[in-house]
């Protein structure tokens, strides 16, 4: 098992930049796939960014060129590097780790973009 805890949700304007954080009970570096994932009010969870223990990473569009993930397998940590945020980009944020068939979650942390 894996215990995951997100930090670095906040209130942001629009155009501001956010980092979040997932630190790991133990060590990431065998964990196939770790993302975040946001879920807004009244809408169902979505994958916003994933990064494989080969570091090759997958975004949406909708985030394409403005999210960044990365992993720091030394401090069993990831990392999601949020700029141009945008209302829409409001949500509870989540990490996930997949490893062996298993799914694990963080509480999540909620992060509010102002117009």
């Known amino acids: 098992q894996v215990q995951l805890v997100e930090s670095g949700g906040g209130l942001v304007q629009a155009g501001g930049s956010l980092r979040l954080s997932c630190a790991a009970s133990r060590s990431i570096f065998s964990i196939n796939v770790m993302g975040w994932y946001r879920q807004a009010p009244g809408k169902q969870r979505e994958l916003v960014a994933a990064?494989?223990?080969?570091?090759?990473?997958s975004y949406p569009n909708s985030v394409k060129g403005r999210f960044t993930i990365s992993r720091d397998n030394a401090k069993n940590t990831v990392y999601l590097q949020m700029n141009s945020l945008k209302p829409e980009d409001t949500a509870v944020y989540y990490c996930n780790a997949k490893e062996y068939g298993r799914n694990y979650w963080g509480e999540g942390t909620l992060v509010t973009v102002s117009s």
């Open positions: 990064i494989t223990s080969g570091g090759s990473t």
